[in-house]
DNA sequence: ACCTGAACACCGTTCAAGT
DNA sequence: ACCTGAACACCGTTCAAGT
């Protein structure tokens, strides 16, 4: 595999406070800050936040690979804890108090689980799916899910979930309850 | 209550071609079709449209009122061919499927569950919850649908599994599907 | 009373010119 | 190789001037 060319002293510069202040204002403005304004936020021509992030998902993405790997590892912390079907349930409610609370990140984890998904977000969108593969396997296996449910499924309901909740005022009040409907017609 | 004033000549022949020019660029571009484009493609200065529809969700409910009104003749329509549980779910399954397949009815119908709901479309708010006031209070009657659900509880979550059901290549594939695990889950 | 369209303040995106 | 910022093609919205 070719290893990464290090980058300029300039340009991983800019590159690092690209991604802090857009970090700020996707939490301030939403999913749609405005791209234009993290630029000069960051002391730096449009044209460079291009050449770094050549589409919104693609800033989206560096922005949140963080959280997403946190996801990922919670999944298996909570298949050591839990019982694989609890554990999902757990887990699925985690994601969704993320996208929730973490603005920008629905967005972000919604075209990862889309079908026409962006080549560049294939990074997160397999590492979700994984993730869920491995909860969703073994709840099948202890016989707690229905076994005509793909991970992926999964990931669109809970996404689902979520939009459901954020209708209610934005906020999180009906998340479980909301969660638990979907969980009880997931139950084998 | 007072009469509405009858619309000057020109100002009815506008109002009537934004609307009908509304309704194809939606379908067309989806919800977020250009005002501006419309206006042009309606022969009008943008001012003009902003005259009739102060905003977007203005127009998309003028646009859309009708197929609302059908949703709602359609619960009732339903709820007397069908056992209570079953309209709901068939009702919900067509309201899911006119969300999917009529571009800016989505979005309208997430507003008009949502809370912060805008007093402009307090009328199509209104229409739909009644409809499915109606669903929701028989069934629980006949005993099929839990008790700790409310009408607008069930419209947000048919909106989530529309939401869902895009995701996989925005089509409805698994609509059905997605939906009937929200029914077990909401079964009593 | 209603309409027009220029004007304004914003977008995202590109690219020639600079270092 | 990377950065800058002007330039372009778009938005939505407002409002003075016209009928």
Known sequence: MAQVKPMRADARRNYERLLKVAAEAFAEHGESASLDDIAKRAGVGSGTLYRHFPNRQALLEAVYVDA??????????????????????????????????VRGLKSLLGSAVSDGSNAALTACATHMKSAAQRLV????????????????D???????????????????????????????????
């Open 68 to 101: 997403i790997e946190a996801l990922g590892s919670r999944a298996d912390e909570l298949a050591r804890k839990l019982a694989p079907g609890e554990a999902l349930v757990e887990w699925l409610y985690e994601v969704c108090l993320g996208t929730i609370e």
């Open 137 to 152: 396997e073994a709840a099948q296996q202890e016989g707690t899910l229905r076994r005509d449910v793909e991970p992926v």
């Open 154 to 188: 999964v990931l669109r309901l809970a996404h689902g979930v979520s939009t459901a909740s954020e209708l209610a005022n934005g906020g999180t009040q009906h998340l479980r309850r909301y969660l638990s409907l979907l969980t009880e017609g997931l139950r084998a």
